[in-house]
């Protein structure tokens, strides 16, 4: 591990900016030596009084102090949090001092000269990790919930961070571990007396839990990532307003005037709890115009990269070649077709996309915009329900060596359905657990927690 546990580690822990408090931390053996040298109780000390006295697990009002100058830096809120009841496992301080940028790099300065070193990205969490405090997937969901975009994403990630998904893998794994035991043993001693075991129930219930853990992954990448969802048409037909609507405020310029639109504009919603990131694009027409060009090449790009289409046409015009092309483009992805302008009278029969689902509205009054939310739910989760008191899994990484867990459990219930030797039976349950506990860290390798790590805050 390049990051030693030993170091007493510094960072700011608040984002950088004005604010009304801002946060400098320490984790390591170092931090009560370090506090003392910079923090004074009380009221503003004479210059070179150093007295500390400051009682464990308390905030102390008082000043820090250029240990080097003897100049009063800030006045502050300090703690002493010892060993090992505390985020990291190790004694951690905390500084609370006025939240600008200039005494917060001040203190971070001096808390480095006094020995102290940078914490890198997520250090103070990897060594929760590493400390045995909480376990991989826990960690993850620190962050997750640092980056919740709903309060239901929020939920998912509070789930995970109590353990709730570690559990769940955990129980799987040590169904597993005693049938991979016997089969070792029974391969390793074969003249030996070894009780009779049947590995073969073991290995089926632990698909059908994983089966259906990952049956919710889907729906726990949804709450944790969002969905894209490109507003897409020809010029005219409301696809700004219908952004407006659906974010009830103006956000987007509407205008009578085909080619309003010429950039992409985002803005993300909270529609039941999904995060749903509505992307407005340029109509799109066949154009010379180089400008208008440029647009449309935006609105495809749009369209390409969403993982949902919105695609509006106007109710009270009758659907023109333009609309059959842009279908066309959608080709097969999950689509709603709004019929915008139910305010006015309504032209008639729609044949587009003649098996997608449909909804009626009027952007301008706001007519029918509840069914359109709701059809897009049903669209978002395609029928699926979610069954209560299973975790979500909601991080590509678990998903992925889930699905490994299974492969390597199917793989080694076709290995026993062939009469194949035990041997081929124990590597894959073994692969089958290396998978899970890649999950809660168990099996974690110094570069997976480089990437997860690597991908947080520095402070966090
Ligand atoms: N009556 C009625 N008019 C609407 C409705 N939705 C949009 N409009 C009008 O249609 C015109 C075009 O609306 P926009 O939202 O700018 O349409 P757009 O699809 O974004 O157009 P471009 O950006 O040019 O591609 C405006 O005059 C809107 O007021 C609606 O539901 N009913
Ligand atoms: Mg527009």
Same mark, same amino acid.
């Given at each position: ?6 170091? +007493? ?62 100049? +009063? ?190 950039? +992409? ?22 154009? =010379? ?98 069954? !209560? ?6 991080? !590509? ?19 026993? =359905? ?24 168990? +099996? ?17």
């Amino acid at each position: 591990m390049r990051y030693s546990l030993d170091d +007493t580690i510094v960072a700011i822990s608040t984002p950088i900016g004005e604010g009304g408090i801002g946060i400098v931390r320490l984790s390591g053996s170092e931090t009560v030596s370090i506090l003392s040298g910079i923090f004074v109780k009380g009221r503003i000390p004479a210059s070179g009084e150093r007295p500390f006295g400051m009682s464990p697990n308390r905030l102390h009002y008082g000043h820090l102090v250029d240990p080097d100058t003897g100049e +009063t830096v800030d006045e502050v809120l300090a703690s002493y949090m010892p060993a090992p009841q505390t985020y990291t496992r190790q004694d951690v301080g905390e500084i609370n001092c006025h939240g600008g940028v200039v005494p917060l790099r001040h203190i971070l300065e001096i808390c480095l000269r006094q020995g102290a070193r940078l914490a890198h990205e997520g250090e103070f969490t990897l060594r929760a990790f590493l400390n045995g405090r909480i376990d991989l997937a826990q960690a993850e969901a620190v962050l997750d919930i640092v980056r919740a975009k709903t309060e239901t994403g929020l939920r998912v990630a509070m789930g995970q961070l109590g353990g709730g998904l570690s559990q769940h893998i955990r129980a799987i794994r040590e169904e597993l571990i005693p049938a991979l035991a016997h089969l070792e043993a029974s391969i390793d001693f074969p003249e030996d007396e070894i009780p009779p075991y049947e590995v073969g129930p073991a290995i089926q219930k632990g698909r059908e839990r994983l089966e259906q853990l990952l049956s919710q992954a889907n729906r726990g990448m949804i709450y944790r990532h969002g969905v894209r969802t490109a507003i897409i048409g020809r010029p005219n037909v409301g696809k700004s307003s219908l952004l407006n609507a659906l974010l009830r405020t103006s956000r987007a310029i509407v205008t009578p005037i085909p080619g309003t639109t010429r950039d +992409t504009l985002e803005e993300t919603i909270n529609l039941q709890g999904i995060p749903l990131v509505l992307i407005d694009t340029a109509g799109i027409v066949s154009s =010379d115009d180089l400008i208008e060009r440029l647009s449309i090449e935006r609105s495809r790009q749009a369209l390409e990269q969403a993982d949902l289409v919105l695609m509006v046409v106007d109710g009270s015009l009758a659907s023109t070649p333009a609309d059959e092309e842009i279908a066309a483009l959608i080709g097969d992805k999950v689509t709603l077709l709004v019929v915008n302008k139910l305010d006015l009278p309504q032209c008639g029969e729609i044949a587009l996309l003649p098996k997608r689902r449909r909804a009626h509205v009027s952007a301008l009054t706001g007519e029918g915009l509840p069914d359109l939310e709701q059809a897009l739910v049903d669209l978002i989760f395609g029928g699926e329900v979610a069954s !209560a008191g299973l975790p979500l899994v909601s991080n !590509a990484r678990h998903e992925d060596a889930l699905k490994r867990a299974l492969q390597s459990l199917c793989d080694a219930q076709r290995a026993q =359905d062939q009469n194949m030797s035990e041997d081929f039976v124990a590597i894959d349950l073994q692969a089958a657990i290396n998978a899970l506990g890649e999950i809660t860290g168990e +099996t974690a390798s110094e570069d997976l927690l480089e990437v997860i790590f690597s991908s947080f805050c520095i402070g966090k």
